[in-house]
């Protein structure tokens, strides 16, 4: 069983800024590939960034620049700086982490999302 608890979504101005953060508990061995989605209304989910356990990253194209994703293992949390916000950002963003169990079985395991609305 994995937890995941979200939190820093909330509403900002455009040019504004947010940090998200995902903490992982349960019986995981080892967090592999985490990231953040995210679903706007009306609007299927999209991917925002991802980061392996290498630390290797990648960026959805409206979001490169302005927004980064870092984690740190031992507290097994993964965060999402966003930067320079605007409306088109706002949607709820979903954490998502791939690992393994102390079993070593493979798991995929989402947040519960948290709002981010960016308006004036």
């Known amino acids: 069983q994995v937890q995941l608890v979200e939190s820093g979504g909330g509403l900002v101005q455009p040019g504004g800024s947010l940090r998200l953060s995902c903490v992982a508990s349960g019986s995981i061995f080892r967090l592999n590939t985490v990231g953040w989605y995210r679903q706007a209304p009306g609007k299927e989910r999209e991917l925002v960034a991802t980061?392996?356990?290498?630390?290797?990253?990648n960026y959805a194209n409206s979001v490169r620049g302005r927004f980064t994703i870092s984690r740190d293992n031992a507290k097994k949390t993964v965060y999402l700086q966003m930067n320079s916000l605007k409306p088109e950002d706002t949607a709820v963003y979903y954490c998502n982490v791939q690992g393994l169990f102390y079993t070593h079985a493979a798991f995929t395991s989402w947040g519960q999302g948290t709002q981010v609305t960016v308006s004036s």
């Open positions: 980061i392996t356990n290498a630390g290797s990253t």
